[in-house]
């Protein structure tokens, strides 16, 4: 079955970095394009960043490019999340997501919190 397992998540001040990962399994990963997301409280699950099977191509949230970068390591099944230049409006459960087989797959989420 389908597993995205996401991790790196935590409090950060503001202006700082965190690298968030999702390590995922159940389905040829490299064969498939990716996707972070992030809800904050209240308010409506967004995509953050998005990637191609192969990493050729990215697309990113208008209010978080230039500080966001996504990856992926085909060789490791992993998906990642460089965010930089972190601001409190970037708090948020971020999680990894895929359309396999016309289904959604979520994973369980890591909390980004950025606060001083």
């Known amino acids: 079955q389908v597993q995205l397992v996401e991790s790196g998540g935590g409090l950060v001040q503001p202006g700082g970095s965190l690298r968030l990962s999702c390590v995922a399994s159940?389905?040829?990963?490299?064969?498939?394009?990716m996707n972070w997301y992030r809800q904050a409280p209240g308010k409506e699950r967004d995509l953050v960043a998005a990637i191609t099977s192969a990493g050729t191509y990215t697309n990113y949230a208008s209010s978080v490019k230039g500080r966001f970068t996504i990856s992926r390591d085909n060789a490791k099944n992993t998906l990642y999340l460089q965010m930089n230049s972190l601001k409190p409006e970037d708090t948020a459960m971020y999680y990894c997501q895929v359309l396999y087989r016309r289904i959604r797959y979520w994973g369980q989420g890591t909390q980004v919190t950025v606060s001083s």
């Open positions: 159940g389905f040829t990963f490299s064969t498939y394009g």
